[in-house]
């Protein structure tokens, strides 16, 4: 069975700090990984996936099997990233692509 | 496309109350996937289908929970009798058949059992 986790439920740091959040992935297979963002009184968004290598603002992720975590990571935090982050798994190797997600790390980020 | 639309927004219901949760998902997405977001628990997936046909119901709590797919363009989910502890965000996603396509989400139902 595939499962994701998130071992931190609320993480705060200051404006212009490093930031990181933690996932971690149980999975037999080949996962294909995500991170989506919930920002206050929006719909949960796609943020970045491992296979596309990028960065979006700002944010990268890699996805490191040896460890099974894909933490997602900021080097100068701002205001504007305070929001829910999730991250997903998706096991596209069966019949169907379910797609589950971690407990979420809401993210504060103070002036 | 207006993207996944949900319905209604919210929902305040007594316990013991039927209540129906509905979704469009996006014109030509395969896979369409209930999920139920807490405090405690994150978002869970309930249950997801593949061109309007059930695959996997086994995140649904209970029998108290029922979902269908009646047609590639509309979803309901179901909850009678309505708990107290049913009281949550529920969201409705789409997506394309590939692994690493992207789910879009819905705004959510956020539903209140009182």
């Known amino acids: 069975a595939q499962r994701v986790t998130q071992p931190e439920k609320l993480l705060s740091v200051f404006k212009g700090a490093p930031v990181e959040l933690k996932c971690n992935y149980s999975y037999s297979g080949s996962p294909e990984l995500f991170w989506y963002v919930q920002y206050s009184r929006q719909r949960l968004q796609l943020l970045l996936r491992?296979?596309s290598r990028e960065s979006i603002k700002g944010f990268t992720a890699d996805l490191n099997k040896g460890e099974t975590s894909f933490h997602l990571k900021k080097p100068f935090a701002q205001e504007e990233d305070s929001a829910m982050y999730y991250c997903?798994?998706?096991?596209?190797?069966?019949?169907?692509?379910?797609?589950?997600f971690g407990e979420g790390t809401q993210l504060t980020v103070n002036p | 496309d207006a993207g996944v639309i949900q319905s209604p927004r919210h929902e305040v219901t007594e316990m013991g109350q039927e209540v129906t949760l509905r979704c469009k998902p996006i014109?030509?997405?395969?896979?369409l996937f209930w999920y139920r977001q807490t405090m405690m628990r994150g978002l869970e997936l309930l249950i997801y289908f593949n061109n309007n046909v059930p695959i996997d119901d086994s995140g649904m709590p209970e029998d108290r929970f029922s979902a269908k797919m009646p047609n590639a363009s509309f979803s309901t989910l179901k909850i009678q009798p309505s708990e107290p502890r049913d009281s949550a965000v529920y969201f409705c996603?789409?997506?394309?058949?590939?692994?690493?396509?992207?789910?879009?989400f819905g705004q959510g139902t956020r539903l209140t059992v009182v």
């Open positions: 996603a789409s997506s394309f058949r590939w692994a690493n396509a992207e789910a879009f």
């Open positions: 491992h296979i």
């Open positions: 014109s030509g997405h395969d896979y």
């Open positions: 997903a798994l998706s096991d596209g190797e069966t019949s169907g692509s379910r797609l589950t």
